[in-house]
């Protein structure tokens, strides 16, 4: 996490706003949470990029693209309710890799975003390939899209 991060998200803060200053780590969880009903316990610590790119070692871990989509256009606040259960039980209250989000930001974007919307963005930045000026993946800058 990088100092400018955590002073833009403590300005916000001081304005009464709720956030997480984790690299995209709000967006990730919330896609992996929408994405399966119900998600696979053995995929609660596999980065979502890794699961979208077919990016992981046994077949019975590759999901296709279109399943995927699909459920997050059916996703539900129950349903991504149960998978943050599942998500946060390996650290605790937040997921392993980012430890600043926590349930209420999970929900609130998801409230905020309603699945149309969700869908769409990782729709689009799923299928793209990584920006070759900089590391990273396609999902890093997906808010780019709203």
């Keep these: 996490m990088n100092l400018v ?5 403590d300005h ?3 304005e009464g706003w709720a956030g997480a200053a984790t690299e995209g780590g709000l967006m990730l ?11 696979p316990p ?3 610590d596999t980065f979502v990029e890794a699961l979208y790119a077919q990016n992981v070692s046994f077949s019975e871990d590759r999901f296709d693209r279109d399943q ?3 459920s997050i ?14 998500i946060a039980a390996t650290a605790g209250e937040t997921p392993a890799f980012y430890s600043g989000v926590t349930r209420d930001h ?4 998801f409230d905020c975003l ?3 919307r969700l869908r769409e963005i990782v729709k689009r930045r799923s299928k793209g390939t990584p920006d070759r000026r900089r590391r990273g993946t396609p999902f890093e800058d997906m808010l780019r899209v709203c």
């Design 12 to 14: 916000y803060a001081a």
């Design 5 to 9: 991060e955590l002073a833009a998200l």
């Design 42 to 44: 053995r995929h609660s």
């Design 68 to 70: 995927l989509l699909g």
């Design 73 to 86: 256009g059916g996703a539900t606040r129950k349903q991504i309710e149960r998978n943050w259960a599942i």
């Design 114 to 116: 309603g699945t149309t």
């Design 106 to 109: 999970v929900l609130g974007l």
């Design 29 to 39: 969880t919330l896609i992996k949470a929408a994405s399966f009903d119900p998600l």
